[in-house]
């Protein structure tokens, strides 16, 4: 490992967007296959990975949606939560606030409860055992109708204690955050942090709805916001938070390569940009991955990784004593590194 790898591997982070179903490697997809009787349309590991050349957003959910088949117990749920924050752990995740999506399982039949059970668990044992903390936001699929998403909010109420926010992600062209104003007022009635895809393929002019209509805590992606100065300006005077997911911008062309990345762009525009692995079973890598891709990509220093893993936590849902917590283990790291 070089030096700028473990300056990397050992930079207390958060990670702020990760959608804990799309952290299902293809070892785990044939297993939980197995062990359900669920039938899948591939023989081998290197046939499913082959299978992930995107060229857009939708290609992408096709795939995931069809992989998602295969979880079905509460067990399948808690052991994809622990492998996955396995893997965040050895990346120097001290704290993860990861999305999942409901819908994509009680259309299934799989209880509302079998879902959320099974990744509390793995939760509660990633933080015994690991020693990373975690929240859970519950995603609706903007592709289905507000009246859906009414009823997933409606089946979440006895979990909603444990729940700290809600997020919009799916198919985002020709759905905008508008769809959604009720359920989310709703929301906020009941407490929770609101967070929303936008501005990922669709225009700025999403992002605006985001804010104006849906009153987003975070903003999952925002890259487009770039092509609309007003509302950069507007982003970082707020001080919102953008969860930035780069290779996932290259897997699903958003970004034509990772030396294109506007991530350094964006902290020099004065955005609090973070770096995430949005779905690292189909993108490419984990967390850390993403931080050494923009690294190299964008000849990013110590100085700007720091800043990066610093906004992830001024960014995240933890109390403030809990943050300053882990950004004077932060600059640490980065005196020791000096
Ligand atoms: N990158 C992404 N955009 C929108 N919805 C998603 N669901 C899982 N990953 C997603
Ligand atoms: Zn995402």
């Not at 088949?69 to 994809?80: I, K, N, P, Q, S």
């Not at 916001?225 to 005077?237: G, I, K, N």
């Not at 110590?302 to 001024?314: P, V």
């Amino acid at each position: 490992m070089d030096d700028l790898d473990a300056f990397i591997a050992g930079l207390p982070k958060a990670e702020l967007h990760l959608h804990i179903e799309g952290s299902l490697e293809p070892e785990q997809m044939f297993e939980f296959a197995r062990r359900n009787g669920v039938a899948i349309p591939f023989d081998t590991v290197e046939a499913v990975r082959a299978a992930y050349a995107f060229s857009n957003l939708q290609d992408f959910l096709d795939i995931y949606y069809a992989g998602a088949a295969v979880l079905r117990t509460e067990a399948d749920f808690r052991d994809l939560a622990l492998a996955y924050f396995e893997r965040a752990a050895a990346d120097g995740v001290r704290h993860a606030e990861i999305f999942f999506d409901p819908q994509t399982h009680t259309h299934r039949g799989i209880a509302f409860g079998t879902v959320a059970e099974g990744l509390l668990a793995g939760m509660a044992e990633a933080e015994t055992r690991l020693g990373v903390t975690s929240q859970l936001i519950l995603c609706f699929l903007r592709h289905l109708d507000e009246a859906d998403a009414f009823k997933t909010l409606a089946e979440a109420e006895p979990w909603l204690d444990r729940i700290a926010g809600i997020g919009l992600d799916s198919s985002e062209l020709g759905h905008p955050p508008s769809k959604f104003a009720r359920v989310f007022s709703a929301a906020v009635e009941k407490g929770l942090k609101r967070v929303a895809h936008a501005g990922e393929e669709g225009p700025a002019a999403y992002v605006h709805e985001a804010l104006d209509l849906l009153g987003i805590d975070r903003l999952d992606h925002g890259n487009r916001s770039l092509d609309d100065p007003v509302l950069v300006t507007r982003l970082a005077r707020t001080g919102m938070t953008l969860t930035v997911c780069p290779l996932s911008n290259v897997k699903l062309c958003n970004v034509p390569a990772i030396d294109a990345h506007p991530i350094d762009r964006m902290l020099a525009l004065g955005l609090r940009a973070t770096v995430n692995s949005d779905d690292p079973a189909y993108f490419g890598g984990y967390i850390g991955e993403n931080y050494r891709a923009v690294a190299r990509g964008r000849g990013l220093d110590k100085g700007q990784l720091a800043m990066l893993a610093r906004n992830s936590f001024l960014g995240s849902f933890l109390p403030d004593d809990a943050v300053a917590t882990h950004c004077a283990a932060i600059d640490a790291w980065l005196a020791e590194a000096a």
